[in-house]
């Protein structure tokens, strides 16, 4: 962990720009004819393809490079009227959104300016399988050295999925100082709707920076946040100002909602209105409707809302309500954005919310991918989370071991040097079989639920519940539900499994952002003999080098799990 020194520094201007370039076609890649994608009545079209399309196996080759160039800055922000430090991506809190086609190739230069707090980085593609790119997963330690201040470092990926997602960094707790935005990638629907809202972003946010409340968090336990965002902006006492969205009475309109946050379970929900659910995180699923939904920490969820209440009234709050049941937050009942009807004045709503039981749960028994698959047998392996005490500070572990990597030395290099027996505290799982299933259950006796996350795949959730995982334990594996984050159940156990269908080193953790960097973490190691082949292997060296010479010259000591 690097401790914060930022400044007043001015906010760095935004930009972000996007050019096409030709690509050549890979076996994976489809060639894909000039179209405009699809229209109100045709969502479920894509060009030549269709929500139909397999897209695990078939990519749209669209010949089409989207570049951004994104920097980090340290800035002195107010999103709720309180001023206090934070870290911004070309000069915004959130950062800015991040737009390409199924299919197109990104291509993203982060530029790190963090001169003030001499912090590292490294952006994470949250959700983006990375296929046979794992080096540009983003993640310090694991597949990259951070990139120290005055460096850039090039991300390029490819769109295989579509959707709604995000991008955030994977070094210490920077993600939550404000270094996280959205991602939003074009593709065909479930259902139809006649215009894009975009991305709602959900966080928590407090008056102090994480990492000076992360001495609280390892020695006490998780601090209370005395407010939450939406859209990086709320209010708080006689200060700031409420995110406000409009409406036109008759029209439907896509609403993707992600939580950004680092200790919060929320659940959305605007007055009067029923959402209609058409994808979780990257997987496109059957609609379902419902009058909220819940949002853990990492996931995203597309909404359909159709604005029929007009003879209702002229403003309706919009709510993220934090649940209680896991997480605390001082404005609990104040984190909410104002619905606005045509040209109507923005006042504030009188209007009810919809009842609720205070809970955190997963919306997994409503989640049916409408691509629908069948997962192959294998025997799981189980891994018992829990909490430890080392000198003092408060350390998560699975099957009593706390994820310690190091900056300098991430997997990923290890790999590249030919290390095979990696140190305990690495965590590592290796997967050298390809294309074979595996499943692996996380269990705990802990009354304290937790989102787990992988990278590199989506998995499919094979059982989820209250208790331990045994033998009798029921695994779903026909068309089961698919994403990259699920919850593990306050004492109980969640069962996943994914195909070993891309070689890389990939990172599974809790999305608690204190607990992420208290050790709740392993990784897998896949198809090691097929890594090095995948690899830019100078980049990754020559980051790796310019990153330990500044952190022996600057003397920074790193006190977290290293992710």
């Known amino acids: ?10 906010l760095s201007a935004l930009y972000a720009a996007a050019a096409a370039s030709p690509l050549s076609s890979s076996a994976n890649l489809a060639p894909r004819a000039a ?21 695990t196996t078939v990519v749209p080759d669209t010949g089409v490079t989207r570049e951004y160039w994104l920097e980090l800055t340290d800035v002195i922000v107010a999103p709720d009227g309180v001023p206090r430090p934070a870290i911004a991506i070309n000069g915004t809190v959130p950062a800015p959104t991040l737009f390409a086609d199924w299919g197109d190739t990104m291509v993203v230069h982060v530029t790190n300016a963090l001169t003030t707090s001499t912090n590292g980085t490294s952006i994470h593609w949250h959700g983006i399988r990375q296929q046979f790119t794992s080096e540009n997963d983003g993640v310090a330690s694991i597949t990259q050295c951070p990139a120290g201040p005055g460096e850039t470092q090039t991300y390029t990926w490819r769109a295989t999925q579509y959707g709604s997602t995000w991008y955030h960094s ?32 959900l966080s928590d946010w407090g008056h102090s920076t994480v990492d000076e409340l992360w001495s609280v968090a390892e020695t006490i336990g998780p601090p209370v946040l005395e407010n939450g965002l939406i859209n990086g902006t709320n209010v708080y006492e006689d200060g700031g100002s409420r995110f406000q969205m409009s409406f036109i009475n008759g029209t439907s309109y896509r609403v993707r909602v992600v939580n950004g946050a680092i200790d919060t379970h929320f659940k959305f929900s605007i007055d009067n209105h029923t959402l209609t659910v058409i994808a979780a995180d990257l997987v496109p699923v059957e609609p379902f409707t419902a009058n909220f939904v819940n949002v853990g920490i990492g996931q995203r969820y597309d909404l359909i809302v159709t604005a029929n209440q007009a003879d209702v009234a002229d403003n309706f709050w919009i709510r ?26 923005s006042s504030t709503p009188t209007t009810t919310g919809w009842d609720y039981e205070d809970s955190c749960d997963d919306e997994t028994h409503n989640l049916v991918p409408h691509v629908a698959k069948t997962v192959g047998a294998a025997t ?11 000198d003092g500070l408060f350390r998560w572990t699975l099957n009593s071991t706390s994820l310690l990597v190091d900056w300098k030395n991430p997997t990923l290099l290890q790999v590249i040097n030919e290390v095979t027996e990696f140190e305990k505290d690495d965590s590592v799982i290796q997967l050298s079989e390809p294309n074979v299933w595996f499943y692996i259950a996380i269990e705990t006796d802990l009354a304290v639920p937790h989102p787990l996350h992988l990278h590199g795949h989506d998995f499919s959730v094979l059982s989820q519940g209250r208790g331990k995982f045994n033998s009798n334990t029921t695994l779903n594996t026909v068309n089961p539900p698919r994403r990259d984050t699920a919850l593990i159940p306050p004492s109980g156990h969640l069962v996943i499994g994914f195909e070993t269908d891309n070689p890389g080193v990939w990172l599974m953790h809790c999305h608690i952002g204190w607990h992420t960097s208290q050790g709740f973490a392993l990784q897998f190691v896949e198809r090691y003999d097929e890594i090095a082949n995948t690899t830019n292997i100078p980049s990754l060296t020559d980051t790796c080098a310019t990153w330990s010479s500044f952190q022996e010259t600057e003397g920074i000591g790193q006190e977290d799990s290293g992710i």
Not at 1 to 10: F, I, N, Y
Not at 39 to 50: G, L, M, V
Request: aromatic share 8%; hydrophobic share 40%.
């Open 35 to 55: 179209c405009a994608g699809n229209t109100p009545i045709t969502r479920n079209e894509w060009c030549d393809f269709s929500i139909d399309t397999d897209y």
């Open 170 to 201: 994977h070094f210490a707790l920077q993600a939550w100082e404000g270094t996280a935005g959205a991602l939003i990638i074009n593709g065909p629907a479930t259902a139809n709707y006649d215009e894009d809202k975009g991305m709602i972003f």
């Open 320 to 345: 993220a309500i934090p649940q209680s049941a896991c997480s605390e937050n001082e404005s609990a009942d104040n984190i909410r954005g104002i619905l606005t009807y045509g040209n109507a004045t």
């Open 1 to 10: 962990m690097v401790a914060s020194k930022l400044s007043t520094a001015a």
């Open 380 to 390: 799981a392996i189980t891994e018992e989370a829990g909490v430890s005490i080392v």
